[in-house]
């Protein structure tokens, strides 16, 4: 069965900072790997997502993702974060052809101090 | 567009009381997705939807918990009777052709406080 790791469950960083979330799948096959952020009482928005092709994906709001199949990682980046990143971010993994259920890391908090 | 719209947004009950929590879709999607978020648990898939159908609910707690999509519009979860336990923030989600190269979109979530 899939399944995802994130091993942060909170970073902080200054507002300019460079970031980089990471994520581990299990999956036997080629998996599809989304990154979500929720915000304070908001619902889940995607920031990107990656099926197939190019390894490195072009999010919403400057992210980007890099699916690495020999490490099972799909980390997400940003080169400068800025205080509205601060939000709960969640990788997550669905399974190609015989399910459609998406699998939801536990999340990583992140904080930006000014 | 309207996106997936939830209601109510927040509800506070007390324990042995029924809870229904309503959800309509994206228009002219055809899957629906109810997930529920804890502390404890995170983010987890309660039960999905194909075409009104359901297709997976073994992520439904017990038989205390229901759902239904009686029409393409529209969805149900159903508590009865409900728990402290089931305090929780419960989303639903719908997208066009399942995971396939498609994308889920959440609603803003309910959420539940039994008390």
């Known amino acids: 069965a899939q399944s995802v790791t994130q091993p942060d469950i909170h970073i902080t960083v200054s507002e300019g900072a460079s970031l980089e979330l990471r994520c581990n799948y299990s999956?036997?096959?080629?998996?599809?790997l989304f990154w979500y952020v929720q915000s304070p009482g908001q619902g889940l928005q995607l920031l990107l997502k990656?099926?197939?092709?190019?390894?490195l994906v072009q999010g919403i709001k400057g992210f980007e993702a890099e699916f690495k199949r020999s490490q099972s990682s799909f980390n997400l980046r940003k080169p400068s974060v800025h205080w509205s990143d601060a939000a709960e971010y969640f990788c997550?993994?669905?399974?190609?052809?015989?399910?459609?259920?998406?699998?939801f890391g536990t999340g990583t908090r992140l904080q930006v101090f000014p | 567009d309207a996106g997936v719209i939830q209601s109510p947004r927040h509800e506070v009950t007390e324990m042995g009381q029924e809870v229904t929590l309503r959800c309509k879709p994206i228009?002219?999607?055809?899957?629906l997705f109810w997930y529920r978020q804890t502390m404890m648990r995170g983010l987890e898939l309660l039960i999905y939807?194909?075409?009104?159908?359901?297709?997976?609910d073994s992520g439904m707690p017990e038989d205390r918990f229901s759902a239904k999509m009686p029409n393409a519009s529209f969805s149900t979860l159903k508590i009865q009777p409900s728990e402290p336990r089931d305090s929780a923030v419960y989303f639903c989600?719908?997208?066009?052709?399942?995971?396939?190269?498609?994308?889920?979109?959440f609603g803003e979530g309910s959420w539940l406080t039994v008390v």
């Open positions: 999956y036997g096959a080629t998996p599809y």
């Open positions: 228009s002219g999607h055809d899957y």
């Open positions: 990656y099926f197939s092709g190019d390894t």
């Open positions: 989600a719908s997208s066009l052709g399942g995971l396939g190269g498609n994308t889920i979109y």
């Open positions: 997550a993994v669905g399974a190609a052809g015989n399910t459609d259920k998406l699998i």
């Open positions: 939807f194909n075409n009104n159908v359901p297709i997976d």
